[in-house]
């Protein structure tokens, strides 16, 4: 494909000019962008430079034979949210707008890329749905509408129940989901429930009732789930089957908010297993924490505990825990704008204090070893323990692909461009974000 052959040379490009640590030079990356959004077939605001060009945005209610060919395993497919649609995108092809109503909030990729599901929120109407689009065909349907998320159980003075959590159940078009309650006032208040629904059938159905579910987290092989509460951890099949609660208990943690605190489990590569890192029932007057091994059987064990670990610091949604689950990495308040990149082994070993100063935790390399952190502005930085760390651009909003390659969002200049770096360095615009929402997921 001409515009995968010209982005290829383009990296090339971006590579030779990285500086000795890694980074690229403002300037440069801009000149370089600019190249590569025209090889892409779009200007900066994501608008194809001509609509009768091959590599040109496809856009929804074109003749679905004239869209790109899916290709086979292995590619890189990314669903993501611009101008408050729904987008999607291959690993050097243009992107393709697959929605066009707006509302977007949130998106979730099957692993075969031909389904994205995705949060519509009407906010002048006051109406949530969960829908679903053929990445192929553009073809979007509704999978909970509001009035039925409604009935699901008595209001009880909320306004609505509304989709929270959603995913695939991987290698299947099933999406789980779960629900909460909106009500006048600021708050988040959960139904911990989890329902089945069949995207290709619309067939919805309540596999754990409300109090018996939870946030889910599927294991590696998406044979088993974590399944959290803001008191207990548990495992259960994604079908509902064999539901095994309380296998770690603990006290409800104070966040001095309107929301609980759901740990976040980290799954062992071999499925046995879980991670999980409790806080202090209340971080304002004990910074401690406690990580716990939680075995899908048996007892669980306590690894390591924490000290020094200021929980509003660290109370995002990207796991701390490493995927091997031999390592923490946390952050340890210096000052209000300063803090120490504190990694510790959960062998109870020596931590080590690898960076200082306004850092952000952006994520684990999924080989355990390596990981992402930004200072201010956002430098993304590549380390690892005993090395120096490399610079990586600008960005947030990280997830890595595989352990060569990662997702971001460029949000530095007044053009936000959602990128994928490829280790040790080079970086490449998968396409250009408007509007004040995004998201994205993807599967290869």
């Keep these: 494909m001409k515009t995968r052959s010209l982005i290829l040379l383009l990296l090339a490009m971006l590579l030779a000019l990285a500086g000795c640590d890694g980074s690229v030079d403002e300037d440069t990356m801009g000149t370089v962008v600019a190249a590569t959004l025209e090889a892409m077939g779009v200007d900066e605001a994501g608008e194809p430079l001509d609509s009768s060009s091959p590599d040109a945005t496809v856009e929804v209610g074109e003749d679905p034979t004239d869209a790109p060919v899916m290709s086979g395993p292995g590619v890189l497919q990314v669903a993501y ?108 208040v959960q139904n911990n429930d989890l329902w089945s629904i069949d995207a290709d059938t619309s067939t919805r159905t309540l596999l754990l009732d409300p109090g018996q579910g939870g946030d889910f987290y599927f294991s590696p092989s998406g044979d088993m789930l974590a399944l959290v509460l803001p008191t207990s951890l548990g495992f259960v099949r994604p079908d509902g089957s064999d539901r095994s609660p309380d296998h770690l208990t603990f006290p409800f943690v104070m966040t001095y908010s309107e929301y609980a605190y759901y740990p976040i489990p980290v799954w062992a590569p071999d499925e046995s297993t879980v991670a999980v890192l409790i806080p202090a029932e209340d971080p304002f007057v004990d910074d401690s924490a406690l990580v716990w091994r939680v075995p899908v059987a048996g007892a669980p064990t306590p690894l390591l505990d924490l000290t020094g670990f200021r929980f509003f610091l660290n109370s995002g949604k990207t796991p701390t825990i490493a995927p091997d689950l031999s390592t923490i990495a946390f952050l340890r308040e210096i000052t209000t704008t300063s803090a120490d990149l504190v ?9 080590s204090i690898y960076a200082s100063g306004n850092l952000s935790w ?67 615009v998968l396409a250009v974000i408007s509007g004040s929402v995004f998201g994205y997921d993807f599967t290869q």
């Design 81 to 188: 949210i611009s101008g408050a649609d729904v987008w999607f995108v291959e690993d050097g092809a243009a992107p393709i707008q697959l929605t066009t109503s707006g509302n977007v909030e949130r998106v979730a990729l099957s692993t075969d890329g031909q389904l994205a599901a995705f949060t519509w929120h009407d906010l002048a109407l006051d109406i949530y749905e969960l829908r679903v689009v053929d990445t192929v065909v553009g073809t979007e349907w509704v999978l909970f509408s509001q009035p039925d998320l409604d009935a699901i159980y008595p209001l009880d003075g909320a306004i609505h129940h509304v989709p929270y959590q959603f995913d695939f159940i991987p290698d299947t078009h099933t999406v789980l989901v779960n629900t909460r309650e909106i009500y006048e006032g600021p708050g988040l």
């Design 362 to 428: 952006q994520g684990w390399n999924p080989d355990s070893t390596q990981f992402v952190y930004t200072d201010a502005p956002r430098n993304l930085l590549l380390g690892s323990t005993g090395t120096p760390a490399v610079g990586l651009g600008f960005g947030s909003r990280l997830q890595w692909v595989d352990v060569d390659t990662f997702l971001y969002l460029d949000e530095l200049t007044s053009t936000h461009r959602f990128g994928k770096v490829d280790l040790p360095g080079t970086a490449s």
């Design 343 to 351: 990694v510790a082994p959960l062998d109870g070993s020596a931590e």
